[in-house]
């Protein structure tokens, strides 16, 4: 018997929902489970609403990505070109020929350090630098490398599968013998929480998650969490954490792997927070953004191969 409903006379309340879940057959989810949404905001009660638009503020004259802002600075990566973008959205160019490798960044009081798989420097009220060749023996000046993070007073670059830190507030000096040590993979990931560092590793056929707690190396505890890793260029950094529940706090990090979105607290604090809801497909790169507008908070990620 086919039962017929008429909305179009009226108005109808759907109720709350929790999001898509498309792992179980569409005819067995909950009342609250989505098939697919398109252009809709989910509030953290579980009301769902219409996505507001958006306006082209900035036409490029090449490809665009490796876009980083904070309340400060916003930075972008144009045909091979770093650039400043202002709140004017006119940009300046900071940097020639840097390839167009992903870019990643890291701000430490006003200084922005930047680095990919070709090129390393730094950024200053608006002006950019290279790191000297040190004096000291057995120094050298850090590497080119995919990623790039700060924790406890040291710079930190991801080279490959090995991590090389810098001198205690040296960012420019590395010790050429101790500061480094290195993974079973290439590192996807390497962010830094108040108390530990995040590392994912691994390519399309091995990958791990790991949490190495400590304030150095020497004192680095390191636990396994997943056999999963990072798709890369996903993660971002929040400084308060409760912005995105799970009864978190402090700095955390949230980032998309193929088994779901993951978030790395202090402490080890680890969830995946679609697991068994939301199959994700098989790619190796893509971007995070967490928008905070309005009372909504949301982790955006986007994925190419």
């Not at 991590?163 to 590395?174: A, H, K, N, R």
Request: proline share 3%.
């Amino acid at each position: 018997m086919t039962r017929n409903i008429d909305i179009s006379s009226g108005e109808f309340d759907i109720g709350t929902v929790s999001g898509i879940n498309n792992v179980a057959d569409a005819a067995r989810l909950e009342p609250h489970e989505l098939v697919y949404a398109y252009n809709v905001d989910i509030s953290d009660k579980g009301k769902p609403s219409r996505r507001n638009g958006n306006v082209k503020k900035v036409t490029p004259a090449g490809t665009i990505h490796s876009l980083f802002g904070d309340n400060k600075m916003c930075f972008y990566v144009e045909s091979a070109v770093l650039k400043r973008l202002h709140e004017d959205y006119t940009s300046t160019t900071i940097r020639s020929n840097v390839s167009d490798y992903p870019m990643r960044f890291v701000e430490v009081n006003d200084y922005y350090y930047y680095s990919n798989a070709s090129v390393i420097g730094y950024i200053y009220q608006g002006v950019g630098g290279v790191f000297a060749t040190p004096t000291r023996d057995g120094r050298f000046a850090p590497l080119p490398g995919q990623n790039i993070e700060w924790y406890n007073g040291r710079l930190y670059v991801a080279r490959n599968e090995t991590i090389w830190y810098s001198d205690v507030l040296e960012p420019g000096e590395v010790h050429r013998k101790y500061n480094h040590f290195k993974f079973e993979n290439e590192i996807t990931m390497m962010r830094a929480v108040d108390d530990g560092i995040w590392i994912c590793v691994g390519d399309i056929h091995r990958q791990a998650t790991y949490f190495m707690s400590g304030a150095t190396k020497e004192d680095f505890a390191q636990r396994r969490f997943a056999g999963y890793g990072c798709i890369e260029g996903t993660d971002v950094k929040i400084k308060d954490g409760s912005k995105v529940g799970e009864g978190l706090s402090g700095t955390v990090i949230i980032w998309t792997s193929d088994h779901g979105i993951c978030i790395g607290g202090n402490g080890g604090q680890f969830i995946n927070i679609t697991d068994g809801k939301y199959n994700i497909p098989d790619k190796r790169y893509g971007a995070g953004l967490f928008r905070d507008e309005d009372g909504l908070a949301q982790y955006i990620s986007t994925l190419w191969s």
